[in-house]
């Protein structure tokens, strides 16, 4: 059964360190997604990815989030520095090659649940 | 702009009646529609998807939906839910023209009670 995977699965951090959080995609898959989930704002889209190049990641505070796919079987997210309004979990999702990845819709890995504190 | 609206938070129901849930989308370009199903400390699943064609999907678990473009709705049923079902449901939708960008409702949370 293919899935996404995604590390760690916990991550309890104290504020102002570096937190990289790790996703590998399905293989074969070339679309991914970040997002970020908390009680007060639901699913939050934070960036995506087509073919490892970055399609909008408007969502994302570029101050000390960034987002990259050094190659097609790895997906990261980087808080630098943290901030408790950081905690959260998130996830990322996966999906087929343009124009195919509605029909078999996205996977989603098990997430991250970072805490700052 | 591109939203997506479920009408209710919270929708408790008994063990055995029908339910259903409401999703209301805005969106100026085609898309396609999502119901994902999250269980507590897990990830999200996909439940069903309307592409194209016959507005009636089913899904999985015993769950469909109906298409409804003038509406612009895409409501989540069941006729008789199991406690088992007691998670929280998120309508998204996926704009074709821009990349297939998959955008998602609050979410509701079904609670079925015995």
């Known amino acids: 059964d293919a899935r996404v995977t995604q590390t760690p699965r916990h991550k309890v951090t104290e504020m102002g360190q570096e937190v990289t959080m790790r996703c590998q995609p399905i293989?074969?898959?070339?679309?991914v997604f970040w997002y970020r989930q908390t009680m007060m704002q639901g699913l939050e889209l934070l960036a995506y990815f087509r073919n490892r190049a970055p399609l909008d990641d408007s969502g994302m505070p570029k101050d000390r989030f960034s987002a990259e796919m050094p190659d097609a079987t790895l997906a990261t997210l980087k808080i630098q520095p943290s901030e408790p309004r950081d905690s959260a979990v998130y996830f990322c999702?996966?999906?087929?090659?343009?124009?195919?990845?509605?029909?078999?819709?996205?996977?989603f890995g098990s997430g991250t649940r970072l805490t700052v504190v | 702009a591109q939203s997506v609206t479920q009408l209710d938070s919270q929708v408790p129901v008994f063990e055995e009646a029908p339910v259903e849930l409401r999703c209301n989308y805005s969106s100026s370009v085609s898309v396609y529609l999502f119901w994902y199903v999250q269980y507590p400390n897990q990830g999200l699943q996909l439940l069903l998807k309307?592409?194209?064609?016959?507005?009636l999907v089913k899904g999985i678990n015993g769950f469909e939906a109906e298409f409804n473009k003038s509406q612009t709705s895409f409501h989540l049923r069941k006729p008789s839910v199991h406690i088992s079902d007691t998670a929280e449901y998120f309508c998204a939708v996926s704009l074709m023209e821009y990349g297939n960008k998959l955008v998602f409702g609050a979410g509701t949370i079904l609670r079925v009670k015995s």
């Open positions: 999702a996966s999906g087929p090659p343009a124009g195919t990845g509605a029909v078999y819709g996205y996977t």
């Open positions: 293989l074969g898959h070339n679309t």
């Open positions: 309307y592409l194209s064609g016959s507005t």
